[in-house]
């Protein structure tokens, strides 16, 4: 098994396992590269490194202010947009909301983002696609 791989394939592998783990499920035949690059992630991460460099540290994470003074809505929709931004580095949309959520309309979002924002939990930039800003509350 001595096959040159692409250098940014290993890297989509390293960010996607559940993808990965799919595609091997999928194949036919023998586990060959893919099976060994799946069982031995150790190493191909130490090989992604030797030819990229250390990974780069994650976004640090967002400080989450308490709860309080919030509706139990209003909480969890702040909880989730920081969870969110969290592990994606950016803010969620407002389907991804409302379906995180529960609610049935874009409007109940809109309703409870107006309510963070007048409460300064976070701030909406204008006409612009995931434009939630999180605001640090200070106690």
């Not at 190493?43 to 030819?51: D, K, Q, T």
């Not at 994470?61 to 308490?66: E, L, Y």
């Not at 529960?102 to 409007?107: F, T």
């Amino acid at each position: 098994m001595n096959r040159r791989l692409d250098p940014r394939i290993i890297g989509w592998m390293l960010e996607h396992p559940a993808e990965l783990r799919a595609a091997h499920l999928r194949q036919s035949g023998p586990p060959d590269l893919l099976g060994w690059m799946m069982l031995n992630p150790d190493a191909v991460r130490a090989a992604h490194e030797a030819l990229f460099g250390p990974a780069k540290p994650s976004a640090p994470s967002v400080a989450r202010a308490s709860t309080a003074g919030l509706t139990e809505k209003q909480g969890d929709a702040y909880r989730f947009i920081c969870d969110f931004a969290d592990e994606n580095g950016c803010s969620p949309t407002f389907s991804e909301i409302m379906v995180a959520l529960d609610l049935k309309s874009k409007g109940g979002v809109y309703r409870l983002l107006d309510g963070l924002e007048e409460r300064g939990r976070i701030r909406r930039l204008p006409n612009r696609a995931r434009a939630i800003e999180i605001v640090e509350v200070r106690p």
